[in-house]
């Protein structure tokens, strides 16, 4: 089993920067990679940003560069730094952790709001 704890979330203002934390812990072996999903009320969940097991990493398009996924010097944490953030960027995020032999792991949430 593997268990994710997101952490960072909050009430931001539209143009300012929030960075979360996803620390994963448990069974984790072979290769793998961890990413950050969204999901705004009454849409579907989405991809943000992913990292993989060598740090290669992918983002969605919509985000115009203003993301940004990276591990901690633990491999097993994983951030994503969130600049110039606007309204439509709230919803909640949620880490993923998947690998061909681990299966899909996700954690609760956190709550990220942009308003003024």
């Known amino acids: 089993q593997v268990q994710l704890v997101e952490s960072g979330g909050g009430l931001v203002q539209p143009g300012g920067s929030l960075r979360l934390a996803c620390a994963a812990s448990?069974?984790?072996?072979?290769?793998?990679?961890m990413a950050w999903f969204r999901q705004a009320p009454g849409k579907q969940r989405e991809l943000v940003a992913l990292i993989t097991s060598d740090d290669s990493t992918n983002y969605a398009d919509s985000l115009e560069g203003r993301f940004t996924i990276s591990r901690g010097n633990a491999k097993n944490t994983v951030y994503l730094q969130m600049n110039s953030l606007k309204p439509e960027d709230t919803a909640v995020y949620y880490c993923n952790l998947h690998g061909p032999l681990l299966g899909v792991y996700w954690g609760q949430g956190t709550q990220v709001t942009v308003s003024s």
């Open positions: 448990g069974s984790i072996f072979s290769r793998y990679t």
